[in-house]
């Protein structure tokens, strides 16, 4: 993904241009430049001890291009892939770094460089949401991402993504997505889906599913699958929850809150939120 050259720090921070700089220095046109969220301990230092500078130019001194782990500079491309290799300790530093695309080497869920830029050091927030802001659309793993009326809203693992009524909203493996009524929310192994009035959840296996009242919800195996709604007749609210494996609740069906308060399964598809989730989860 083709990213931004304006850094927009977050909160607290300012806005500084960088292009020149980083042209220069890694000597290649913008449309060449990528960016690879990683982290490092207090000391800024990574895996076996390497010390990383604190801005400026940084070359792998073992570099080797074939795509297996070590000898290179290891980062998430646009800030997408396994978001349990950043350090989230409450010491650690977050990285944004520049890169040539040409150069980077894939390595399942990371990737690898020879040499890069580092533009930002700091806080897990701030590294976040500056590449949500130079990556438009990427899941980047730990960013909280939100959008309003019928707005879409992209995370990665350990994410949070929320938008309004008639949104979309996606995250990855362990992340919470949350959209209002009429709307549709993704996460994947482990996560948590909640969409309200007639609305659509899906989350992948041992995860947790909530829509509401006329909602379609749809959990991997060994996940929950819950409802919640206002019995009118009554006046109180109510939760129904259903878990996957037990009384006949099926993994990646389609379960529907109808006007009887009875939960119906639609069975497993075709639905094309069924497709996407997969498509996601497996990406």
Same mark, same amino acid.
């Given at each position: 993904?083709?990213?931004?050259?304006? $850094?927009?720090?977050?909160?607290?921070?300012?806005? +500084?241009?960088?292009?020149? !700089?980083?042209?220069?220095?890694?000597?290649?046109?913008?449309?060449?430049?990528?960016?690879? $969220?990683? /982290?490092?301990?207090?000391?800024? !230092?990574?895996? +076996?001890?390497?010390?990383?500078?604190?801005?400026?130019?940084?070359?792998?001194?073992?570099?080797?291009?074939?795509?297996?782990?070590?000898?290179?500079?290891?980062?998430?491309?646009?800030?997408? #892939?396994?978001?349990?290799?950043?350090?989230?300790?409450?010491?650690?530093?977050?990285?944004?770094?520049?890169?040539?695309?040409?150069?980077?080497?894939?390595?399942?869920?990371?990737?690898?460089?020879?040499?890069?830029?580092?533009?930002?050091?700091?806080?897990?927030? @701030?590294?976040?949401?500056?590449?949500? !802001?130079?990556?438009?659309?990427?899941?980047?793993?730990?960013? /909280?991402?939100?959008?309003?009326?019928?707005?879409?809203?992209?995370?990665? @693992?350990?994410?949070?993504?929320?938008?309004?009524?008639?949104?979309?909203?996606?995250?990855?493996?362990?992340?919470?997505?949350?959209?209002?009524?009429?709307?549709?929310?993704?996460? *994947?192994?482990?996560?948590?889906?909640?969409?309200?009035?007639?609305?659509?959840?899906?989350?992948?296996?041992?995860?947790?599913? /909530?829509?509401?009242?006329?909602?379609?919800?749809?959990?991997?195996?060994? *996940? %929950?699958?819950?409802?919640?709604?206002?019995?009118?007749?009554?006046?109180?609210?109510?939760?129904? %929850?259903?878990?996957?494996?037990?009384?006949? %609740?099926?993994?990646?069906?389609?379960?529907?809150?109808?006007? +009887?308060?009875?939960?119906?399964?639609? *069975?497993? #598809?075709?639905?094309?939120?069924?497709?996407?989730?997969? +498509?996601?989860?497996?990406?």
């Amino acid at each position: 993904m083709t990213c931004e050259l304006v $850094l927009t720090f977050g909160s607290g921070c300012y806005i +500084k241009k960088m292009e020149h !700089k980083v042209l220069n220095e890694l000597k290649c046109e913008s449309s060449e430049i990528v960016y690879l $969220l990683r /982290t490092c301990d207090k000391d800024l !230092k990574s895996y +076996k001890g390497f010390q990383w500078p604190s801005s400026g130019l940084v070359s792998a001194p073992d570099w080797d291009p074939k795509p297996e782990c070590g000898n290179g500079l290891h980062g998430l491309l646009s800030g997408e #892939g396994e978001g349990s290799l950043l350090n989230n300790e409450d010491a650690a530093k977050w990285m944004v770094i520049a890169a040539v695309k040409s150069e980077v080497v894939q390595i399942d869920r990371k990737v690898k460089v020879p040499r890069a830029y580092v533009v930002f050091v700091g806080s897990k927030k @701030d590294a976040t949401d500056m590449i949500v !802001k130079l990556c438009p659309g990427s899941a980047c793993a730990f960013a /909280t991402v939100t959008s309003g009326y019928s707005g879409h809203s992209t995370s990665g @693992d350990y994410g949070h993504s929320t938008s309004g009524d008639y949104g979309h909203s996606t995250s990855g493996d362990y992340g919470h997505s949350t959209s209002g009524n009429s709307g549709h929310s993704i996460s *994947g192994y482990s996560g948590h889906s909640i969409s309200g009035y007639s609305g659509h959840s899906i989350s992948g296996e041992y995860g947790h599913s /909530t829509s509401g009242y006329y909602g379609h919800s749809t959990s991997g195996e060994n *996940g %929950i699958v819950q409802f919640n709604y206002f019995e009118n007749e009554r006046k109180r609210k109510r939760i129904k %929850i259903l878990y996957v494996g037990e009384d006949n %609740i099926k993994a990646w069906h389609i379960y529907f809150l109808n006007d +009887k308060y009875e939960v119906e399964d639609k *069975g497993h #598809g075709p639905s094309l939120m069924i497709e996407v989730a997969m +498509k996601f989860l497996s990406s």
